[in-house]
């Protein structure tokens, strides 16, 4: 059995910014985009917002990200989903990933809820005849009842979230991307919604978690990485990066 594992080696991502002439626009830009580097190139400009990020997470890490809004955190678990591709560098991953942001992403606002739960798994990529393995227990959780009959188009949007959260935390994924907690309706299910999610934190082999609470990430994550400007500030042990990020920010 092949090792779960992800490994980034000096990746970085830029895009070009076209019609840029004006001084409010590149201001603006500017205020926008600080977490990448802006440079010129021929008649545009370019945003770097990953600059030569490199780690690598075996079976067990549980990976936080730190840094300024912009920093380059939620690029970079963009990236690690696949959504983004790398302009320079290379990224290798032997495992499923599932991520626990866009959770809503492909769901078919015609098709019912049931219909849904197959849509959305095969999206993760589990198998049909897996998921109607584990409709009974989504249905259970979501306690929508008649209502996962009907076309989601009919949904509130807590609904909505209640079946996508149930969805993607039906199978424990071998990596675990996760942008901050999810909110999914009232206190009660919340509440329930955050016993299942740390069950399915803890049965991921490898966890990837940008939060801005550093307590969150103490308590899930046993290495951090700091990023500025999409580069790496540092990379270590929990307790100690978030120590530096803590000091660096309280001068």
């Known amino acids: 059995m092949t090792a779960i594992s992800m490994e980034l080696n000096k990746v970085c991502l830029s895009y070009p910014i076209y019609g840029s002439n004006g001084r409010s626009f590149k201001r603006n830009l500017i205020n926008i985009t600080t977490g990448g580097r802006l440079h010129r190139q021929a008649n545009h400009m370019v945003v770097d917002a990953l600059n030569e990020v490199s780690f690598t997470l075996r079976s067990g890490d549980r990976l936080g990200l730190v840094g300024h809004n912009g920093a380059g955190k939620t ?3 963009r990236v690690l989903a696949q959504i983004y591709e790398p302009t320079r560098g290379s990224i290798e991953v032997c495992g499923r990933i599932s991520s626990l942001f866009d959770i809503e992403l492909g ?3 015609e098709s019912t809820g049931y219909e849904n739960i197959i849509i959305r798994g095969l999206l ?3 198998t049909a005849k897996k998921m109607k393995q584990l409709t009974p227990e989504i249905e259970a959780f979501t306690e929508m009842g008649d209502f996962l009959s009907m076309p989601i188009k009919t949904y509130s949007a ?3 979230v209640r079946l996508a959260f149930a969805i993607v935390t039906a ?3 071998n990596i675990l991307l996760m942008d901050e907690i999810i909110g999914a309706g009232d206190n009660r ?3 329930k919604a955050q016993q299942r999610l740390e069950q399915f934190i803890h049965q991921s082999d490898i966890l990837v978690m940008a939060s801005h609470s550093n307590e969150a990430l103490k308590k899930f994550c046993n290495k951090v990485l700091w990023l500025e400007h999409g580069k790496v500030k540092a990379f270590g042990p929990a307790a100690e990066i978030i120590d530096l990020y803590e000091q660096a920010n309280h001068t």
Do not use: K, R, S, V
Request: aromatic share 6%; net charge negative; no cysteine.
């Open 107 to 109: 769901m078919d606002l």
């Open 158 to 160: 807590g609904m909505m």
């Open 124 to 126: 993760l990529g589990l």
């Open 189 to 191: 299910f919340m509440e």
């Open 171 to 173: 199978a424990a994924p």
């Open 75 to 77: 690029t970079l678990m």
